[in-house]
């Protein structure tokens, strides 16, 4: 059995809306073993969970500190337009290479399909297409921050 990053992360989005509170899964290429509430127990991978909600006060919940994992901030309060979030835990880069322009900026037309930015998770460089159209309102991000799973990256007046 051969799993990607994106069905990697379906998985992990089904299982946190779901009353599954642990889960095993084993292959020849890496072993991984989840606990509900974003602990992570053992992996020969290392991998960050997308956020599930709080626990029960009487529910004890371990957490692993990670010196690169910043907390996200909180949701901007009313914002007009549509969003764009993350669809991965990763780093965000708004340009293909540090010498290069960034793809989109402020003001900018998007159209479907165009990439906004690269979110490099595992090592892999994961090119972020836009579902929508419009306009470019506001980039949430800084060049090479730490972005988490459904965090707003950019925000879009639709066209």
Known sequence: MSINLKELNELLQTISQTDLTELSLKTDQFELTVKKGGQLLTSTTPLLLPPSPTPPASTPVESIATPSMEPSPPPPLEKKGKEITSPMVGTFYRSPAPDE?????????????????????????????????????????ENGQSVEYGQTIMWINPA
């Open 101 to 141: 322009a960034p793809f989109v900026q402020v003001g900018d037309r998007l159209s479907i399909g165009q990439t906004v930015c690269i979110i490099e998770a595992m090592k892999l460089m994961n090119e972020i297409e836009s579902e929508i159209a419009g306009e470019v309102l506001e980039i949430m991000l």
